[in-house]
């Protein structure tokens, strides 16, 4: 009988294991700390475990086996997880005993999780599951947070693209990288993307893997006039290591944060400082900080923010609040005209008073602020003036009069050099004009292009390059089609991508 180098190789592994067990079944030491561990792994003392503190809904168990040539066997196996289909498969690596042990089992597992054993001589099952996906977690460590974190993203975009009812994901060039498959999929963030599979959410790396598998139901939904039914996605854009997430829990919202290998975190406990606060949501991670909302009496909200351990930073003394972008956040403080940036320590800086109607986080070194009731305009960090009004090119016809320039009624953020505007005098026509950093018109979609957006106030924004628009075929209307789902038959829209220069390069096809 012939016998497979593959099943060689297993009966070796399985072999080794049973020998280390032999020899450690007498006396297991069960170390209750990692400097415990650290110290018989440097003498590669065999039958010692640790199992860490549960971490983002997570916990792993590391086994010494035993050493051989001078370095040393150690085994890891999730006990907790999230997702099920990871748990009790052995991961096996070696460290060198000489060498700091703590940093090698951490870069250990962080390359073979990643699915590059190299000079670590990665194996076992959870290996192997490791190598068919892309990135499918991080390294495991209790002292690790999950978020807060920036994650370098250097692959080519990827972009959502529907066909025929159904959602994947293409290249810039066109090509179907992932091919269609869910009701609904977003775009990419730090190589993590969040997909509807027909009314249940979860997390996909840039292979179509899942890393969340779509478990998470939205608790905001509606039914359009044409008896559609749409649900919001109940978690955000990665940002920093995470995603927010918000379901709704015993009759009320439960946000919590996903990380980007699934785990969950801020889930089923908070930290004593939030324990005792009847928390709704929580914002995005920026600046290693996110901001979460309390509700309290009569419900009254209040806002404060979280560090990436979970610890509160600034209480919840805020009527508003966005993200920490270099030292600047957003936030208000009372009711009408009660916004300003604030620092670090909750001080109003820009200006020194709250009197903004409302303000967005700073992007590209610029942020938008609402000085007064509809009436926008970008500062720079030094709180000085950037974009108060847009240079239109071509001059419009407006009400029977030509404008040159106009304000802005709605703006949005700058990505890509761009940022999207409603001009005042042609909010009612939906005019959205994209604007460059210096007040200039880059392009409008309907005035260049003659395409007519579909819910344009919501203003899309550049990401990778190019801004997904929905648009209406030549010479019909959008009806109650809008972004964030899928076009169906008999609807006479389409979704299209459009560069900084203002010219389609990606649109939807049958």
């Known amino acids: 009988m012939k016998i497979s180098n593959h099943a060689v190789k297993w009966w070796f592994i399985i072999a080794c294991i049973g020998f280390y067990t032999q020899q450690a079944i007498a006396a297991v030491v069960i170390c209750q700390d990692e400097a415990c561990f650290a110290l018989r792994a440097a003498d590669c003392n065999a039958a010692t475990q640790y199992t860490t503190p549960e971490i983002a809904g997570a916990q792993v168990r590391y086994s010494i086996l035993g050493s051989h040539n001078n370095f040393c066997d150690i085994d890891m196996v999730y006990t907790q997880h999230p997702n099920p289909n990871w748990m009790h498969k052995p991961l096996l690596f070696t460290i060198d005993a000489d060498g700091d042990i703590d940093a090698q089992i951490k870069s250990a597992v962080a390359a073979c999780l990643e699915g590059q054993g190299g ?19 991080a390294p495991v460590a209790a002292s690790e947070p999950p978020c807060g974190v920036d994650v370098a993203e250097e692959s080519p975009p990827l972009y959502p693209m529907p066909r025929n009812g159904q959602w994947g994901y293409v290249t810039r060039d066109g090509e179907w990288a992932i091919e269609p498959r869910w009701a609904y999929a977003e775009p990419f963030s730090e190589a993590r993307a969040i997909v509807d599979n027909g009314g249940a959410w979860g997390v996909i790396d840039r292979r179509g893997n899942y890393v969340l598998e779509p478990i998470l139901s939205s608790s905001v939904c509606e039914t359009s006039s044409g008896n559609r039914h749409v649900c919001q996605s109940p978690m955000q854009t990665y940002s920093q290591g995470c995603s927010k997430a918000n379901i709704q829990k015993d009759g009320s919202p439960h946000p919590f944060f996903v990380d980007r290998a699934g785990r969950f975190w801020l889930d089923d406990e908070l930290p004593e400082q939030l324990g005792a606060k009847d928390v709704w949501d929580f914002g995005r991670f920026s600046g290693g900080r996110a901001w979460f909302q309390v509700m309290g009496d009569n419900l009254q909200e209040s806002f404060g923010w979280i560090d990436a351990q979970g610890k509160v930073v600034l209480n919840d003394e805020f009527s508003g609040a966005g993200q ?16 300003a940036y604030i620092d670090t320590d909750g001080n109003p800086v820009l200006p020194d008073r ?70 005042a005098m042609m909010f009612d026509a939906e005019e959205l004009i994209y604007v460059r950093p210096d007040g ?15 819910q344009a106030s919501s203003l899309p924004e550049f990401r990778d390059g190019l801004v ?5 075929d030549e010479g019909a209307e959008c009806g109650d089609a809008r972004p964030g789902q899928a076009t169906v038959e008999g609807e ?16 939807e096809t049958d």
């Open 119 to 137: 000079k670590w001589l990665c194996d076992g099952p959870f290996y192997s599951k490791a190598g068919d996906a892309e990135n499918p977690t």
């Open 492 to 507: 006479n829209v389409h979704y299209i991508y459009v560069d900084t220069a203002g010219t389609i390069v990606l649109q």
């Open 324 to 339: 920490f972008i270099d030292g600047r956040a957003p936030a208000a403080s009372g009711g009408k005209y009660s916004w």
């Open 354 to 423: 709250w009197k903004f109607n409302g303000a967005r986080a700073f992007s590209e070194g610029l942020a938008a602020a609402e000085v007064k009731p509809y009436r926008w305009m970008y500062f720079n960090s030094e709180g000085s003036i950037q974009v108060e009004n847009v240079t239109l090119t071509p001059p419009r016809e407006v009400l029977g009069k030509t404008m040159n320039v106009a304000v802005f009624q709605a703006a949005g953020d700058f990505h890509n050099g761009l940022a999207p505007v409603f001009p």
């Open 440 to 454: 200039t018109e880059a392009f409008a979609p309907a005035s260049k292009l003659g395409l007519t957006v579909c």
């Open 468 to 472: 997904q628009l929905l648009v209406a």
